[in-house]
Nanobody
Framework: VQLQASGGGLVQAGGSLRLSCAAS????????MGWYRQAPGNKRELVAS???????NYADSVKGRFTISRDNAKKKVYLQMTSLKPEDTAVYYC???????????????WGQGTLVTVSS
């Protein structure tokens, strides 16, 4: 299962960006989808996740500013980011896990990363 992320860019502090991630492949079912980020010198960290049923989870640092959503029919996940801060600058990665091959095996896939830069 392949993931393709898009939507990163340069934005001023206080601005907004929307990230998108599309999953593709054959015969797969997605369980959880999420967004992670990694800033230079830091470990990759969870930003937000969403289950197939729509249950969401957010890092404390983004609660109230970021919103994760998904379109199960289109196999896409989105991250709406508002009130961006310079400390949100990072490479953002989408992630998805689930089953493929008619349920015979699990997958855990990562997108290629998209850079978000927030200037002060």
């Amino acid at each position: 299962v392949q993931l393709q992320a898009s939507g990163g860019g340069l934005v001023q502090a206080g601005g907004s960006l929307r990230l998108s991630c599309a999953a593709s492949g054959t015969t797969f079912t997605i369980d959880d989808m999420g967004w992670y980020r990694q800033a230079p010198g830091n470990k990759r960290e969870l930003v937000a996740s969403i289950s197939s049923g729509g249950r969401t989870n957010y890092a404390d640092s983004v609660k109230g500013r970021f919103t994760i959503s998904r379109d199960n029919a289109k196999k896409k996940v989105y991250l709406q980011m508002t009130s961006l801060k310079p400390e949100d600058t990072a490479v953002y990665y989408c992630n998805a896990d689930g089953f493929r091959d008619m349920g015979l095996s699990r997958f855990d896939s990562w997108g290629q990363g998209t850079l978000v830069t927030v200037s002060s």
